[in-house]
């Protein structure tokens, strides 16, 4: 599992609209997101999916953004504010050992992890933060880059969500990215 974290500066190119080519933000957040929810995005960078999200969740939801870059989470920031959906997001800063969920336990209704967990210092502590924030039945939309992450580095972050009581239950098609869709099984907490 390697760990190193995308430099700053790519955020700009990822929250590009030319992005929307290959992966059209709305289509693979829409199947998953209703009104009211409460949902989780760690490693949002500077927010392709975060502004969607955002936006279907509406005014009685929010979302949980959690970055390790302040120049991240300061570009979300401004993305967000400029789109009028700040006030829907709460953004926060992680350590390089946690996402700093304490207070989610249980409250999660569905979490996206997009190009993210091949970042992680561990995959297998990733899922089990995760894991323990979502509500049993909820979904995680995991997705990482088939150009950096392998089948073999996939299956082993699939075993890794496993042991944290993630099961795989579909893989959608997602450009240019190894996709799964897990859900947490309900005698997990
Ligand atoms: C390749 S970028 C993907 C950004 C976004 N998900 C997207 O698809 O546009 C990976 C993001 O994960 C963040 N990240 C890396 N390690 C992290 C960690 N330990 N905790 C939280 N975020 C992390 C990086 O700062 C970066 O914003």
């Avoid at 210092?121 to 049993?136: C, G, N």
Wanted: aromatic letters at 6%; charged letters at 20%.
């Amino acid at each position: 599992m390697g760990h190193r974290v995308c430099p700053w500066w790519l955020g700009y190119v990822l929250a590009s609209p030319l992005r929307r080519l290959l992966q059209d933000p709305v289509a693979i957040v829409k199947p998953y997101v209703r009104e009211g929810m409460t949902v989780l995005e760690p490693g949002p960078g500077m927010g392709f999916f975060t502004l969607e999200l955002a936006r279907h969740v509406g005014p009685s939801g929010h979302v949980v953004a959690v970055d390790i870059q302040p120049h991240m989470i300061a570009g979300l920031k401004r993305r967000l504010s400029k789109a009028g959906l700040l006030h829907r997001t709460d953004t926060r800063m992680a350590s390089s050992d946690s996402l700093g969920l304490q207070d989610l336990q249980g409250k999660v209704d569905f979490a996206l992890a997009m190009a993210v967990v091949h970042e992680m210092p561990s995959s297998r502590r990733f899922f089990a933060e995760v894991a323990a924030v979502m509500k049993p039945g909820a979904m995680l939309l995991l997705a990482e880059p088939a150009g950096h992450v392998k089948n073999d580095a996939f299956e082993a972050e699939l075993q890794d969500a496993a042991a944290a009581g993630l099961e795989t239950i579909d893989r959608p098609a997602i450009g240019r990215s190894q996709a799964a869709l897990l859900k947490k099984i309900a005698s997990q907490t």
